[in-house]
T-cell receptor, first 114, second 114 residues
Framework: DTGVSQNPRHKITKRGQNVTFRCDPI?????LYWYRQTLGQGPEFLTY????????KSRLLSDRFSAERPKGSFSTLEIQRTEQGDSAMYLC????????????FGDGTRLSIL | AQSVTQLGSHVSVSEGALVLLRCNYS??????LFWYVQYPNQGLQLLLK??????LVKGINGFEAEFKKSETSFHLTKPSAHMSDAAEYFC????????????FGGGTRVLVKP
């Protein structure tokens, strides 16, 4: 069990630029989740996948956000035309299909918009 | 919709003293309940979970939590605080259904005084 891996750990970009984050889940986990955490707050759910299917999206996920999990393994989260309000920690988590099993989190990608 | 309330955004305890972190949830049916800990610039680490088995749940690092359905509470305790317990703690709930996305409380930051 190598844990959930997220890259990059930090991303600094100018407003209006596009950014992409990657998440590699625990290999035997078929569920993958994205959360956003702003300073001083708890994480907020963005979206989740079961295998390659994106099954739920939060209304927080505006049309500038897109997530993919093309082969049911790693996932990417892209933000287009970044805005100041996108500055946050983006957390990825994975879990097995059993609903009573906990989610395991990566260390996150911290996004700073200049 | 589910919601989680953590009473007290900051808690200060002396080393060796009792740690008590409060969590109340709102849900139409008893959900699954979790406590996570977050150290600076890291992801979330699972401390313990409640999934309909014993109401008193023991976790890692000497923490435990008790599920009280009548009070819709899941408070976290540790008999004797250690300096390494200084971190932010999040209570979370998920529905007992497919998807099991987590809804987090706002977090409680614990400061341990020597």
């Amino acid at each position: 069990d190598t844990g959930v891996s997220q890259n990059p750990r930090h991303k600094i970009t100018k407003r209006g630029q596009n950014v992409t984050f990657r998440c590699d889940p625990i290999s035997e986990h078929n569920r993958l989740y994205w959360y956003r955490q702003t300073l001083g707050q708890g994480p907020e759910f963005l979206t989740y996948f079961q295998n390659e299917a994106q099954l739920e999206k939060s209304r927080l996920l505006s049309d500038r956000f897109s997530a993919e999990r093309p082969k049911g393994s790693f996932s990417t989260l892209e933000i287009q035309r970044t805005e100041q309000g996108d500055s946050a920690m983006y957390l990825c988590a994975s879990s097995s299909r059993d609903s009573n099993q906990p989610q395991h989190f990566g260390d996150g990608t911290r996004l700073s918009i200049l | 919709a589910q919601s989680v309330t953590q009473l007290g955004s900051h808690v200060s305890v002396s080393e060796g003293a009792l740690v008590l972190l409060r969590c109340n949830y709102s849900s139409s049916v008893p959900p699954y309940l979790f406590w996570y800990v977050q150290y600076p610039n890291q992801g979330l680490q699972l401390l313990l979970k409640y999934t309909s088995a014993a109401t008193l749940v023991k976790g890692i690092n000497g923490f435990e939590a008790e599920f009280k359905k009548s009070e819709t509470s899941f408070h976290l305790t540790k008999p004797s605080a250690h300096m390494s317990d200084a971190a932010e703690y999040f209570c979370a709930v998920s529905p007992k259904a497919a998807g099991n996305k987590l809804t987090f409380g706002g977090g409680t930051r614990v400061l341990v005084k020597p």
